[in-house]
């Protein structure tokens, strides 16, 4: 039973088009969700994060926006650069849990 | 980056025997975590710790156990490694339960090979 889906697991982008990289839950207690990225031989990064009470939260080129009816959301990065290439992971995490529920994680690739 | 150091980085051991994988932080965070990642599913938590000497499971504890005898260490064992914990493991930790405003940092990760 799969919580945190993120149905592709790859995607290619062109240098300083947009990437929308996209997270689907099934759970309706989580509330609060993350966007890590990861490289090769790395451990994960925090990126963004939501909560549940918002629609959309920005941080420089990353923005992150929660659609709560679909139990949707999605990571928007603009302009994409080559270094942004990596695998990001979708987390999940419900009222006072301790536990993050990851995604499989999608594989973004920026060429130049 | 948070202060998270991870140890051995890499170990390759045979099946059946002890493995004792280490976790150190100089946060002093209250929270620490045990993930493995492998292709197909993501970060799966294995065991997690809200404090010294208490832990917990999570949804891939079978075969594992943990210990947690002071702040900055947390220390994942595997009592008899079978192949299939051939994996990456990830320690995290965080200051605060995971809720807004708060994250969890990971460390470097550990390959571990079990032949």
């Known amino acids: 039973d799969q919580q945190v889906k993120q149905n592709s697991p790859s995607l290619s982008v062109q240098e300083g088009r947009i990437s929308i990289l996209n997270c689907d839950y099934t759970?309706?207690?989580?509330?609060?969700f993350l966007w890590y990225k990861k490289y090769p031989a790395e451990g994960p990064t925090f990126l963004i994060s939501i909560s549940s009470i918002k629609d959309k939260n920005e941080d420089g080129r990353f923005t992150v926006f929660l659609n709560k009816s679909a139990k949707h959301l999605s990571l928007h990065i603009v302009p994409s650069q080559p270094g942004d290439s990596a695998v990001y992971f979708c987390a999940a995490t419900a009222g006072s849990n301790y536990k993050l529920t990851f995604g499989k994680g999608t594989l973004l690739t920026v060429n130049p | 980056d948070a202060g998270i150091t991870q140890s051995p980085r890499h170990k390759v051991t045979e099946t059946g025997t002890p493995v004792t994988l280490r976790c150190h932080q100089t946060?002093?965070?209250?929270?620490m975590y045990w993930y493995r990642q492998d292709p197909g599913h993501g970060l799966r938590l294995i065991h997690y710790?809200?404090?010294?000497?208490?832990?917990d499971k999570g949804e891939v504890s079978d075969g594992y156990s943990v210990s947690r005898s002071k702040t900055e260490d947390f220390l994942l064992t595997l009592e008899s490694a079978t192949s299939s914990q051939t994996s990456v493991y990830f320690c995290?930790?965080?200051?605060?339960?995971?809720?807004?405003?708060?994250?969890?940092?990971f460390g470097p990760g550990t390959r571990l090979l079990v032949l």
């Open positions: 995290a930790i965080s200051e605060m339960q995971t809720s807004e405003g708060e994250t969890q940092y």
């Open positions: 710790s809200y404090g010294v000497k208490d832990t």
């Open positions: 759970n309706s207690m989580f509330d609060y």
């Open positions: 946060e002093n965070h209250r929270y």
